[in-house]
């Protein structure tokens, strides 16, 4: 069985303080690792997908890279804007497998 | 335009209610997925379709029925509700079982 292991649970930093929230995972195969951005009372936000170890992918002030088992998202320079849950999920590669996600990092940027 | 969206975003009801959640996309995606959230945010998988047909039903009680009209649309109608109903149902969609997900914003459901 796919499994996701999100850490921190919650994070708490001060704006400008850089730092990685990590996603561990095990899948029989993977064929992509996803991180998703989700605001209270809203739906989880697409950021980025990861297909193969060693890759690594960058929007703003997030870089996203991925070993065999584990995923780093690394915040640099955090605003407050950036204050939200982080979710990691992983898709098997096989037929018509479905996102598995961990349970999420909070991130809370104070300025 | 919003890509995903379902209704109601709120559901307040007794146990033992029957209720329906809908969900709709103008992506074109031929792809639709039912995500329940929990208490302690944790998304899980309940059903996935594919051009109209069920094609993932993880072990979900059969009180829970999903219905897709149409590739555009999946709903989703739940019997009896329980008291452990109460979470975030998400609607989610896909370009194939491959493509990247897009969410809906999500339907409070509070069963009392």
């Known amino acids: 069985e796919d499994q996701v292991t999100q850490s921190p649970e919650a994070l708490r930093l001060q704006e400008g303080e850089s730092s990685s929230l990590n996603c561990s995972y095990t899948?029989?195969?993977?064929?992509?690792l996803f991180w998703y951005r989700q605001d209270p009372g809203k739906g989880p936000e697409f950021l980025f997908t990861?297909?193969?170890a060693g890759e690594e992918k960058e929007k703003e002030r997030l870089k996203a890279t991925l070993t065999k088992k584990e995923s780093f998202l690394h915040i640099t320079a955090p605003k407050p804007e950036d204050s939200a849950t982080y979710l990691c999920?992983?898709?098997?590669?096989?037929?018509?497998?479905?996102?598995?996600f961990g349970k999420g990092t909070m991130l809370l940027v104070s300025p | 335009d919003t890509a995903v969206s379902q209704t109601p975003k709120y559901l307040v009801t007794q146990m033992g209610n029957d209720k329906s959640i809908k969900c709709e996309q103008n992506?074109?995606?031929?792809?639709m997925y039912w995500y329940k959230q929990d208490s302690k945010k944790f998304l899980k998988i309940m059903f996935s379709?594919?051009?109209?047909?069920?094609?993932i039903n993880e072990t979900v009680p059969n009180r829970f029925s999903p219905k897709s009209p149409d590739k555009a649309h999946l709903n989703l109608h739940i019997n009896s509700l329980e008291l452990g109903d109460s979470a975030v149902y998400f609607c989610?969609?896909?370009?194939?079982?491959?493509?990247?997900?897009?969410f809906g914003s999500g339907t409070r459901l509070t069963v009392v």
């Open positions: 990861l297909y193969s």
């Open positions: 379709y594919n051009n109209k047909e069920l094609i």
């Open positions: 999920a992983v898709q098997q590669d096989s037929g018509y497998s479905t996102l598995t």
């Open positions: 989610a969609s896909s370009q194939g079982p491959r493509g990247g997900y897009t």
């Open positions: 992506l074109g995606h031929d792809t």
């Open positions: 899948v029989s195969g993977l064929r992509g």
